[in-house]
């Protein structure tokens, strides 16, 4: 039996509450199915705004089989290409992140415009035409200081996305702030074992002790059910509300977005050892609001989100292997505040830091549990993992349809 008819079988024989079968953890076709049906069809979380500061600015990423550049063009606009020369496919931009007045492919330098246009071929022959050999684009969105990508040919409509994240994202103008410090772990776990992981705080009194000191364990926080009947949320969003900051719990009908706020433990506001204030600047000149917890944005399947009032900290996730995830950590401070002066970088980034080095061990032991012949799915807790349930729903329903379709996804060709 092929893999997608496999997987198509799995899931429309899985039991609802349990864990995955075995290979959908650890599968290299399942992993290919996954990137091809998940990953190269819908919209990913890539960096922020202000990581592209100025023409010229660029980071690339890459994304399965496909490296990608984005570049702010002369006209401020951030554009996303496959990056990929179009003369016989070496990429165009080699490192992680840098400036150029141009994109210059290093092999024979060919150059291209800031907004994907072939300026420049040498000793090409007479009759070349430059116009049919630009950068292949990407689609490209940003909402409220987050960069998002789609490979397909034929994206999914973003309209609705903005609409609902945008409100509560814009008052801490992200697209205003700077990259204080990141870093990138790989975590030798398949990229749904990650996601399970973060999506609950059940193993969080065991496993995260800096984490627990502000952070609320509640399900009513970590999952998806029962905010709106907890006194302690409704209050929250009340109060921030009041003060102009969407704060309700919102999610999109196919469970793949959502955004909430929720208050931290007594009387933290930040996520430090001692719940004091990391940054003495607050992130954002627009909220000066007392007390409002931490905003927490997620998108499947790519990024979960928290935004503090005097810091944020962004996820992104991005498979490497059936049994690798690079996680991608960033934390973002008010544009002017200063090292040294208004933060110190090891108490800014100590709390997640920890937690995340945690995480990848829970996940990698995880992973290797689940690759004993003796693995069968388990149930998880309805109690304390709502949030993983509702995970691995949106992850059945979202791939089963595509895998029922056959056939490849339409994708931008690179070549």
Same mark, same amino acid.
Not at 86 to 93: E, N, T
């Given at each position: ?9 799995l ?6 509450g ?7 953890y ?7 199915l996954?990137?091809e049906l998940?990953?190269?069809?819908d ?17 690339t990423v ?11 063009d ?5 554009n996303?290409?496959?990056n990929?020369?179009?003369?016989r ?15 210059v ?10 907004d994907?246009?072939?300026l ?7 009759g070349?035409d430059?116009?049919?050999?630009g ?6 969105e ?8 789609c ?6 409509d ?10 509560y ?15 990138t772990?790989?975590?030798?776990g ?13 193993h ?9 000191? $502000? ?8 999952? /998806?059910? *029962?905010? +709106?009947s #907890?006194?302690?949320? =409704?209050? &929250? ?32 506001v930040?996520?430090?050892m001692n719940?004091?204030?990391a940054v ?24 979960w ?10 996820f992104?996730?991005?498979?490497i ?6 996680? $991608? ?8 505040? /200063?090292? *040294?002066v +208004?933060? #110190?970088?090891?108490? =800014?980034? &100590? ?9 990848r ?12 012949p ?17 995970f ?8 089963g ?7 490849r ?7």
């Amino acid at each position: 039996m092929d893999a997608r008819n496999d997987m198509l079988r799995l899931l429309n024989s899985r039991r609802e509450g349990f864990s995955l079968e075995q290979p959908f953890y650890t599968d290299p076709d399942y992993f290919k199915l996954d990137m091809e049906l998940i990953w190269y069809r819908d919209w990913l979380f890539i960096g922020h705004d202000c990581e592209l500061p100025k023409p010229g600015s660029f980071i690339t990423v890459q994304i399965g089989d496909y490296p990608v550049v984005l570049v702010r063009d002369q006209q401020g606009k951030i554009n996303a290409f496959h990056n990929s020369c179009r003369h016989r496919g070496s990429r165009v931009c080699n490192t992680d992140k840098g400036t150029a007045a141009k994109l210059v492919c290093p092999y024979h330098q060919w150059t291209y415009e800031l907004d994907g246009r072939l300026l420049f071929a040498r000793q090409m022959a007479d009759g070349f035409d430059k116009s049919q050999f630009g950068l292949k684009p990407v689609a490209c969105e940003s909402v409220a200081g987050y960069i998002f990508i789609c490979l397909a040919k034929e994206p999914a409509d973003f309209a609705p996305m903005r609409a609902m994240i945008e409100p509560y994202l814009k008052p801490h103008r992200l697209s205003e702030a700077k990259i204080a410090f990141e870093s990138t772990i790989v975590e030798k776990g398949n990229w749904k074992l990650v996601w399970e992981n973060n999506r609950e705080c059940y193993h969080c009194a065991g496993n995260h002790p800096e984490l627990c000191k $502000t952070f609320p364990e509640a399900p009513t926080v970590t999952g /998806v059910q *029962g905010a +709106d009947s #907890d006194p302690e949320m =409704l209050a &929250h969003w009340a109060k921030c509300e009041a003060a102009g900051l969407p704060s309700k719990f919102r999610i999109d009908p196919a469970g793949q977005y959502r955004a909430t706020r929720a208050p931290l433990l007594r009387d933290a506001v930040s996520y430090t050892m001692n719940g004091k204030r990391a940054v003495k600047k607050n992130l954002s000149d627009s909220v000066s609001a007392d007390r409002i917890g931490t905003l927490m944005h997620y998108h499947y399947p790519t990024t979960w989100n928290h935004i503090l009032i005097d810091h944020a900290v962004t996820f992104r996730v991005l498979p490497i292997s059936a049994t690798e995830t690079a996680v $991608t950590t960033k934390w973002l401070v008010h544009k002017d505040a /200063v090292e *040294g002066v +208004d933060y #110190d970088l090891a108490e =800014l980034t &100590h709390v997640w830091t920890e937690t995340n080095d945690q995480d990848r061990r829970i996940v990698e032991e995880n992973a290797l549990g689940i690759l004993s012949p003796a693995y069968e799915p388990g149930p998880y807790s309805e109690l304390h993992e709502g949030g993983v349930i509702q995970f691995v729903d949106w992850y059945a329903r979202f791939i089963g349809p595509r895998l029922a379709e056959g056939g490849r996804p339409a994708l931008r060709s690179v070549a």
